[in-house]
């Protein structure tokens, strides 16, 4: 029977929205809302567990360390707060309240009543895959209207700041800072003595933050200063006094912030025009990447090449919102119809993903020997976000893979330029695919020593794989011609080493080494029939056909030894009749349209997953209780009944929509009791979008 997952026509159920306190968050209450994502430094979200109000915490950085961002609003000279959790003795305010809360895949919204005026915050982190200049500028927008909801006219003004938290993951450290009163008003922070390629609790040693505004009429002000002080002039005063703190000093010493005081005059009816603030953090150089010679090459963010410099990129930005978030309309309506057409409790789960993804990828270029940037040389760096901060590691991008292949392929491409390239130049030494480009973000520089964490078989067969996908999904073929002895060179290493593998880690390097594992046997042989597609894709037949010879022995032997003895399941490492795990990989024949396994195997093992499903989903194997949602979402694309993909999708989305984590969404958890582990804000989660991919490639199926 031909393989299918989709129905031609499919109910569009509504989620009913989720309570927290006294407001309803739709379509759920995530474990974080994501406020300001762009970048692995500009990494803004509101913790939630079983509800926080956008005035009931401060925003953390995805560390949990707190990232000072306050705002006021005075209705006619009554004060309340809607941002942060800031306490001003100097001055007297309230809580505004919270009606509503809601997240899109690149906005997250709220509403609080003030006295007898409605508040609408908007966090605006635009999604732009397609637009390099675009989607490479590490800012976001921050969007405040307001209106009437008791028919009578109000005098009301809004306050925010930053504080100087937002640039060290150290606070002892001494900051400076300066404000610019052109076009826009600029508050740029940074630290007195920076360490350019250095982190301290994942936070960046260089580079300044941004909060700017457009300087338009006459009723906006601004201040820096300490905390309580700044707070204290507006609450008492709804303005700020145009002055500048130049006492510069460490961040924690009087919590120096950078503030802004919009008048919005009389509010009655309609809601205000938005006042749209920007929130940026920039570093130049980047990254630095090895290339020949063990040279050290510095690389910068790509929108550079665009503007004379951060702020005048800033300006552009801030003049863009309107366009910015009509674009971001449409994006979110596509994503949304895409996922609700497989499940209804998918596009939640889809949406919710979607900024944590790109949040962890810069876009970068090299520049000439004349200085200025080398547009033809484009390079994509992900940070492996909270697990060990490597750079592109392998086993990382390709869980994150069918959301960079349905955001745009091109971006996974140039994801793997920096792998290929640097393995290209001959210094890494093994005969397998390096782990990572570096195992501290943002420094690539490589592993010549051929030391990284060994993962021969996982990081062979993941780069043949994420190979052959894009050009599938591209037509673009390029990639394969320049670096096909290289993926030659990993085939032949998956021969020797895939069918019966040795003893060595998978992706899920948490639970330890093991010999003769079933699911890493998948991914070489995946890897061997898709090195036979490259070559027939390159011409070579003869190749094509040795390769794809090899590959189906090999999965005809492989079914041999990973059926359990009773016939009904596939074992976690052969011969261990009793063992189980996530047969995930076997989603890799689906991406590629190889037909390498036989329908029973996947009929199989929809009937066995039917019968150790708990709580929060199937364990991950038998060794423990924990899972990962992205290789969840994987298994569920080979489901041969939809009930089951379903239930992987519903058990994904009920710990996501739990309460029982308020840490930027975790992959890794345990399926029996929802606890969280340690992971968080990883970029795998662009692993749920492994059923939006799979139904660009299978569009008119329907269901079985």
């Known amino acids: 029977m031909m393989f299918s997952i989709f129905s031609l026509s499919v109910l569009l159920l509504v989620v009913a929205p989720a309570r927290c306190g006294n407001w309803t968050s739709t379509p759920f209450n995530p474990p974080s809302f994501p406020l300001a994502v762009r970048s692995p430094y500009l990494s803004a979200w509101l913790p939630q567990g079983n509800g926080s109000a956008l005035n009931g915490a401060w925003p953390q950085f995805w560390t949990g360390q707190i990232l000072g961002w306050a705002g006021f609003v005075n209705v006619d000279g009554t004060s309340y707060s809607f941002l942060g959790d800031a306490t001003v003795a100097s001055a007297s305010f309230t809580k505004a309240t919270q009606k509503s809360a809601n997240f899109t895949a690149t906005q997250s919204t709220f509403v609080l009543s003030a006295g007898s005026v409605d508040l609408t915050v908007r966090f605006l982190s635009p999604v732009e895959p397609s637009d390099f200049t675009k989607q490479s500028m590490p800012f976001a927008y921050m969007a405040i209207s307001a209106t009437s909801t008791d028919g009578n006219s109000h005098a009301v003004q809004v306050y925010t700041d930053i504080s100087a938290e937002w640039i060290s993951g150290n606070t002892s450290l001494a900051a400076n800072w300066s404000t610019s009163t052109q076009d826009i008003l600029t508050h740029q922070i940074q630290l007195q003595n920076s360490a350019p390629f250095t982190e301290i609790d994942d936070r960046a040693q260089y580079g300044s933050a941004y909060y700017s505004t457009l300087n338009q009429g006459s009723g906006i002000t601004y201040q820096t200063g300490e905390d309580i002080i700044v707070r204290a002039q507006f609450l008492n005063n709804g ?10 000093r460490p961040i924690s010493d009087d919590w120096p912030v950078f503030a802004y005081s919009h008048d919005l005059g009389t509010v009655s009816g309609d809601a205000t025009a938005p006042v749209v ?84 990828i810069e876009i970068t270029l090299s520049k000439n020997s004349d200085g200025s940037f ?41 994801l793997l330029e920096g792998l290929f390239a640097y393995q290209a130049t001959g210094q890494y030494p093994n005969k397998w695919s390096v782990h990572d480009l570096g195992a501290t973000y943002p420094k690539a520089v490589g592993h010549n020593d051929g030391q990284d964490e060994a993962m021969p078989v996982e990081e062979s067969g993941n780069m043949v794989i994420m ?16 670096y096909e002895s290289l993926l030659d060179q990993w085939t032949q290493f ?35 029939k898709a090195m036979a597609k490259i070559a027939d894709l390159l011409g070579d037949t003869s190749k094509s056909s040795n390769y794809s010879s090899i590959a189906s022995s090999y999965a005809s032997q492989w079914q041999t030894f990973a059926t359990s003895s009773e016939g009904d399941h596939l074992t976690l490492d052969y011969g261990n009749d009793s063992s189980w795990g996530l047969s995930y990989n076997l989603y890799a024949d689906k991406l590629l349209q190889l037909n390498l396994f036989p329908e029973s195997i996947y009929t199989m093992q929809t009937e066995w997953y039917k019968t150790v499903d708990n709580t929060f989903g199937v364990p991950l194997d038998t060794r423990h209780t924990y899972t990962k949602s992205d290789w969840q979402i994987f298994t569920a694309g080979f489901m041969t009944d939809t009930s089951v993909r379903d239930m992987f999708i519903s058990a994904v989305t009920k710990f996501a929509s739990s309460g029982m984590s308020s840490q930027p969404l975790t992959d890794w958890y345990d399926a029996v009791s929802g606890n969280p582990e340690t992971f968080r804000a990883r970029p795998v989660v662009g692993g749920h979008l492994a059923l939006v991919r799979l139904k660009q490639l299978y569009p008119y199926l329907c269901r079985r």
């Not at 895409?338 to 789960?349: E, F, H």
């Not at 003769?516 to 998948?522: G, V």
């Open 467 to 482: 190979a052959l996908s894009y050009a599938i999904k591209s037509g673009d073929t390029s990639q394969l011609s320049r």
């Open 239 to 248: 303005k700020l006094n145009n002055i500048s703190d130049t006492n510069f």
């Open 277 to 360: 603030i920007g929130v940026g953090f920039v570093r130049d150089p980047a990254l630095e990447y090895i290339v020949a010679n063990g040279v050290l090459q510095n690389r910068s963010s790509y929108f550079l090449n665009s503007f004379t410099s951060p702020s005048d990129a800033m300006s552009s930005f801030l003049q863009d919102y309107d366009n910015a978030l009509d674009r971001a309309y449409a994006f979110d309506a596509r994503i949304n119809s895409d996922a609700l057409a497989i499940c209804s409790d998918y596009a939640g789960l889809v949406s919710l993903s979607v900024r944590q993804l790109l949040g962890a």
């Open 374 to 414: 080398n547009t033809s040389d484009v390079i994509v760096f992900l940070k492996e976000i909270s697990s060990d901060g490597n750079v592109n590691t392998v086993d990382v991008v390709f869980p994150a893979w069918p959301g960079l292949l349905y955001l745009n392929p091109e971006i996974g491409k140039l």
């Open 494 to 528: 998956l021969i020797e080493d895939s069918l019966i593998p040795n003893n060595q880690l998978s992706t899920d390097d948490f639970a330890g080494t093991l010999p003769n594992q079933t699911n890493l046997a998948i991914k070489g042989i995946v890897g061997i």
